[in-house]
């Protein structure tokens, strides 16, 4: 029985990106883009399609806390008084690598078929992590750990994303052994959920954005 339901899976998987090909890859789209004759044609009716291959949010793509594959390198100053100890005594400067690594997985939308109006439901996870670079063994000095659904809609100009996930945060087995439980550090994992909601109007050059967070 597992074979069979194995293969309707595949089916379904590969029968919507099929159908999602045929799309706008609405997370790059802009209006102005539009061919005119069809702009001036009614609007599409919405359609529901499984397992949607892109969203109709566009990624904000400034914000280094989307769920996306990135590494950076960066030259960090402590402002705060024990910055000593974040820095492994190495000073209130250090040499840092920060990672992401997550994305979003569609699970059911409804859309246009040519158009890009419409409300998805999908899934996002991605860790971020830090690492001090000025150690030998470039120590992860923590990470952090996101999960949750994500509501996203958009008509014509307006979009907008609700998040709810789970988050935890973790400072590095490195950190801790090589210098952080010796200088009286305890492990404490911060574990929180968050609600947050962003409200999004483009225009042909430019984007204007509101933002809420609340932890719950």
């Known amino acids: 029985m597992k074979a069979p339901a194995a293969v309707a899976a595949l089916a379904i998987a590969i029968t919507s990106s099929a159908l999602g090909a045929e799309r706008l890859d609405c997370r790059y789209y802009r209006a102005d883009e539009a061919n005119p004759a069809t702009m001036a044609e009614d609007p599409d009716p919405l359609e529901g399609l499984l397992l949607p291959d ?38 209130p400067n250090i040499d840092a690598g920060m990672v992401g690594l997550g994305g979003e997985f569609g699970i059911w939308g409804l859309r246009q078929p040519r158009g890009c109006d419409g409300l998805q439901v999908s899934l ?16 992860l000095l923590n990470a952090d750990y996101l999960v949750g659904p994500i509501l996203t809609y958009r008509r014509g100009p307006w979009s907008a994303r609700l998040r709810f996930y789970h988050q935890s945060s ?40 509101a933002a809420a967070r609340r932890p719950l």
């Open 54 to 91: 892109n969203d109709v949010f566009r990624p904000i793509l400034a914000d280094q806390r989307e769920p996306r594959f990135y590494a950076d390198y960066r030259r960090v100053h402590f402002r705060f008084s024990n910055s000593e100890l974040l820095a492994e005594g190495k000073g």
């Open 170 to 209: 973790h400072l590095g087995d490195e950190f801790l052994l090589n210098y952080g439980i010796a200088n009286g550090v305890h492990r404490q994992n911060l574990s929180v959920e968050v609600v947050d909601l962003v409200v999004s109007l483009e225009d042909t050059s430019t984007r204007a954005q």
């Open 124 to 139: 996002f996870g991605v860790v971020f992590a830090q690492f001090n670079l000025d150690t030998p063994s470039a120590d």
